[in-house]
């Protein structure tokens, strides 16, 4: 089946600094989606990007899907963006497979 | 409108007995799917129903099953309980075609003790 690799697995920031997240996947997608896993559990959808570039707020993305692919960028960061983030690919199979996740830590 | 419903949010059970977890997809939302997420193997597709008919199913043993109903309402069942499927287990819906975003629920988190 499908790979999907995230990096980096850990990444601690100050309050205020930018990062990038990345997400590599094996082969062609139909589907890609990045989550942020709330502290109680739920996946809040960040962004439905199977391809091109998207923003919202302090946060945008970007799929090249040729490349297989995915960047997710946090802008001016803060605490409350802590958490896991979850990128997620379909291949018209109805299923999601996930990546491992980036354990993001952002201190004040 | 409203989100994903599951319920109930938390359960302990014992080993041997068995669960129903439930989950309400968005209002017209004819997919939904079910996920199973523990620390060792991240999140794993359990199943996907769409007008009641399963069109994939992931690796897990039989003990695991699930079905939908025809307001789109899904139930999983996990029987015979082992303590390894202690985990968070979470069900998705979508509108229903290739390749639509996936909206998730709270989540159901259980123990098995």
């Known amino acids: 089946g499908i790979q999907v690799e995230q990096s980096p697995p850990d990444l601690i920031l100050q309050e205020g600094a930018n990062s990038t997240l990345r997400c590599n996947f094996s082969?062609?997608?139909?589907?890609l989606q990045w989550f942020h896993q709330n502290p109680w559990g739920q996946l809040i959808n960040l962004f439905y990007?199977?391809?091109g570039t998207k923003q919202n707020g302090r946060l945008s993305a970007t799929t090249v899907a040729t490349e297989r692919y995915s960047l997710l960028y946090i802008s001016s960061s803060q605490t409350t963006d802590s958490g896991v983030y979850f990128c997620?690919?379909?291949?018209?199979?109805?299923?999601?497979?996930f990546g491992k996740g980036t354990l993001l830590t952002v201190n004040p | 409108k409203a989100g994903v419903t599951q319920t109930p949010r938390y359960l302990i059970k014992t080993r041997g007995q068995q669960v129903t977890l439930s989950c309400s997809p968005i209002?017209?939302?004819?997919?939904v799917s079910w996920y199973q997420q523990t620390p060792g193997q991240g999140l794993q597709f359990l199943f996907e129903?769409?007008?009641?008919?399963?069109?994939n199913k992931g690796n897990f043993p039989g003990r695991f099953s699930g079905r939908q109903f025809s307001n789109s309402r899904s139930e999983m069942n996990v029987s015979t309980l082992e303590l390894g499927d202690s985990a968070l287990y979470l069900c998705?819906?979508?509108?229903?075609?290739?390749?639509?975003?996936?909206?998730f629920g709270q989540g159901t988190r259980l123990t098995v003790v």
């Open positions: 998705a819906s979508s509108g229903g075609d290739f390749s639509t975003e996936a909206f």
């Open positions: 082969d062609s997608v139909n589907n």
């Open positions: 990007i199977p391809s």
């Open positions: 997620a690919v379909e291949r018209s199979n109805y299923k999601l497979t």
């Open positions: 209002s017209g939302h004819r997919s």
């Open positions: 129903y769409f007008s009641e008919t399963q069109r």
